[in-house]
């Protein structure tokens, strides 16, 4: 094996229909990974996975019922676990809504949490001191730094994100099962249409960036083929910034 080469491995991608959770699925299947992709939207995830040449299973992993439909989905041990599925919510301090918290809190965080408890048999299966299994969550910088958008549950959930990588990463070292946390910058995404969308703000958004530019698909798909191969088996408990250097 070869220091990046993921080739062989299983890997789950929640939310892998669309956004950061598709740029990761593609970087695994064109890295030779066998991968699954999970999303609530059956059409949505189908496409999606015959575009790309890998699983797709429609769950709503906001449910057991919806995290037990994708546990059982994958056959055998997991290697690469990829806790990506999240939602967002922006609104004004004096008009944010209590079941924004609720949903973005039972999404971004409970999912995160259950999904992986629910995988954890396949992933000790497929664990061994030399090659880790490995659970990747996708935080935000948003959870680092306090953000300019009044997204309140959003950055406070993905901060909570961060801080169950490193809980579980504690818990999980002494069976090789490695916990790291990707947190991206600005990337074509759902999330960030809004402002992407629009020439100007998008403008305006890769100059904030010190680097000048919006994430790509390669730098996502980077980063997570990096934590899931050799070269990256002596990592856990990180919550890596990818995001051109605004978190600096």
Not at 6 to 19: A, D, I, N, Q
Not at 69 to 94: I, R, S
Request: with cysteine; aromatic share 6%.
């Amino acid at each position: 094996m070869t220091l990046f080469s993921v080739e062989g491995k299983t890997v789950v991608v929640t939310g892998g229909s669309r956004g950061i959770g598709r740029m990761i699925a593609t970087g695994f299947v064109e890295a030779g990974a066998t991968v699954y992709i999970s999303a609530r939207k059956a059409a949505e995830v189908e496409k999606t996975a015959a575009e790309l040449g890998c699983v797709a299973v429609p769950a709503d992993l906001s449910t057991p019922e919806g995290v037990g439909a994708l546990v059982e989905a994958v056959d055998g041990p997991l290697h690469v676990l990829v806790n990506n599925a999240g939602a967002t919510w922006g609104a004004p301090l004096e008009e944010y809504p209590e079941h924004a918290f609720d949903k973005l809190w039972n999404i971004n965080v409970k999912g995160v949490f259950y999904v992986t408890q629910r995988f954890l048999p396949q992933l000790r299966q497929a664990a061994s001191q030399e090659d880790p299994a490995r659970v990747i969550n996708v935080g935000s910088i948003d959870g680092i730094r306090v953000p300019t958008l009044e997204n309140y549950a959003y950055s406070a959930a993905k901060s909570g994100v961060h801080m169950l990588t490193r809980h579980l990463a504690r818990q999980l070292a002494g069976e090789h099962i490695t916990v790291n946390a990707i947190a991206p910058g600005p990337f074509e995404s759902k999330m960030m249409a809004f402002a992407l969308d629009d020439p100007q703000i998008r403008e305006a958004v890769a100059a904030s960036v010190p680097m000048g530019r919006i994430g790509r698909p390669d730098d996502m798909a980077g980063a997570a083929i990096y934590l899931s191969s050799r070269a990256g088996a002596y990592l856990t408990g990180t919550v890596i910034p990818v995001d051109g250097g605004i978190s600096c």
